[in-house]
């Protein structure tokens, strides 16, 4: 596997958009090509990225603007992670480990050649899947505790179901229970 680069693996011809895309063409691209990222290319360099994350966020974050009126570049990171394609695929994996990515775009003296992906090196090697499924573990336990510790710093929830009447509607926390307006005013 150190003899194993990532131009021997990876993705050589990436999906890419050009940046002034609006999020609306970007979702239909991911949808018709089947990918959970694009990458945003002027003159064959890479100057964004935008994932299905990204466009869920702008979607519910702008819900008030037409997402065929947010172009893809005014969401992008401004920064971004990259990767050279003479690197090994363990640094590779350990790179995407660090970052808690699943996938990295690969380039080469200033230009985008392609996109690397912990399914790609799956496919390439599928003994390395316990490594790969820890580190999909680890993200995942992350995220939980991300999620856990938003949870208990809020009084109040946005939408949900009520743990004391089981009704759907909007929730504060209350002695450490989710409960509805009617509920609360109940208490």
Request: glycine share 4%.
């Amino acid at each position: 596997m150190d003899n194993i680069v990532v131009a021997n693996v990876m993705t050589r011809e990436p999906i890419v958009i050009k940046p002034d895309t609006n999020l609306l063409e970007c979702a239909k691209k991911m949808v018709r090509k089947r990918v959970g990222s694009l990458l945003l290319v002027d003159k064959k360099r890479l100057v964004g990225f935008i994932s299905e994350k990204d466009i869920l966020w702008a979607l519910i974050k702008k819900s008030k603007e037409d997402l065929s009126k947010i172009r893809a570049i005014d969401i992008s990171p401004r920064k971004i992670a990259t990767i050279k394609p003479t690197t090994t695929i363990r640094q590779a994996i350990e790179k995407m480990k660090k970052l808690k990515f699943e996938r990295l775009p690969v380039i080469h003296e200033g230009k985008l050649v392609g996109m690397i992906t912990s399914k790609d090196i799956l496919n390439f090697h599928p003994e390395l899947y316990p490594e790969l499924e820890e580190f999909a573990r680890i993200r995942e336990e992350s995220e939980k505790l991300k999620r856990i510790k938003k949870a208990k710093s809020k009084d109040f929830i946005e939408e949900g179901i009520c743990e004391e009447c089981g009704n759907q509607g909007i929730l504060s926390r209350i002695n450490g229970m989710l409960i509805c307006e009617s509920c609360k005013d109940s208490i």
